[in-house]
């Protein structure tokens, strides 16, 4: 599993009802089968992606994420989780209102635009970030809504969203005494629980 999926196993119930976003080729969903006995369903849009998750045995559908969940019903899940999406969705507080009316709680992870990498390239060397974090250049990066840790956390309050954890490391999985204490500036990855009341 990648370094901002490695706590979800830990806060998925066993036996859980979960709905992964963007599942990519369900590695993420397969490792959960596997150790916490989950029903898991994957939305992806990448057809090549979904034959190898059926390949696999999993169960996917295609879905383009843009278009919301309407198509689930409220608390039709016990989780849904998001890893690595969040940035690339046009309207992502739309989104995250309706992962938690599909689902009891959402687990969320994106890359920290506010590290301390990605300030020095922008303000002393004045161009956009590339790196192990954010890879690509402005012009081709599936990235549309780059955030930092505070302005997730501002829109959770807004959207009137619990956070029930946070989990902070490196690109390496590492976590830090700094990245705890300012986690905005020394986090290059986070993951978020959420809930909400219904």
């Known amino acids: 599993m990648s370094v901002d999926t490695g706590r979800i196993p830990e806060w998925i119930p066993q036996g859980a009802r979960v709905l992964d976003l963007g599942c990519g080729e369900g590695h993420l969903l397969a490792e959960l089968q596997t150790t916490r006995a989950i029903q898991g369903l994957g939305l992806e849009l990448d057809p090549?992606?979904?034959?190898?998750c059926l390949r696999r045995g999993l169960n996917v559908v295609q879905q383009d994420l843009n278009q919301g969940l309407s198509n689930f019903k409220a608390n039709q899940f016990d989780t849904i989780i998001m890893?690595?999406?969040?940035?690339?969705?046009?309207?992502?507080?739309?989104?995250?209102?309706?992962?938690?009316?599909?689902?009891r709680e959402a687990i969320v992870t994106f890359p920290n635009f506010a590290h301390v990498k990605n300030r020095i390239q922008?303000?002393?060397?004045?161009?956009?970030?590339?790196?192990?974090?954010?890879?690509?250049?402005?012009?081709?990066?599936?990235?549309?809504?780059?955030?930092?840790f505070d302005d997730f956390e501002a829109l959770c309050d807004q959207l009137k969203i619990q956070i029930l954890n946070r989990d902070t490391s490196n690109l390496s999985g590492q976590r830090s005494w700094l990245g705890t204490v300012w986690p905005n500036l020394f986090g290059e990855v986070a993951v978020y629980r959420l809930t909400k009341e219904h």
Do not use: C
Not at 83 to 100: K, N
């Open 48 to 52: 090549e992606k979904i034959a190898t």
């Open 83 to 103: 890893t690595q999406t969040l940035q690339a969705i046009r309207r992502p507080d739309t989104l995250l209102d309706d992962m938690l009316r599909v689902g």
């Open 122 to 148: 922008l303000g002393i060397f004045g161009h956009m970030p590339v790196n192990p974090q954010l890879p690509n250049p402005w012009y081709d990066t599936p990235n549309i809504h780059l955030s930092t």
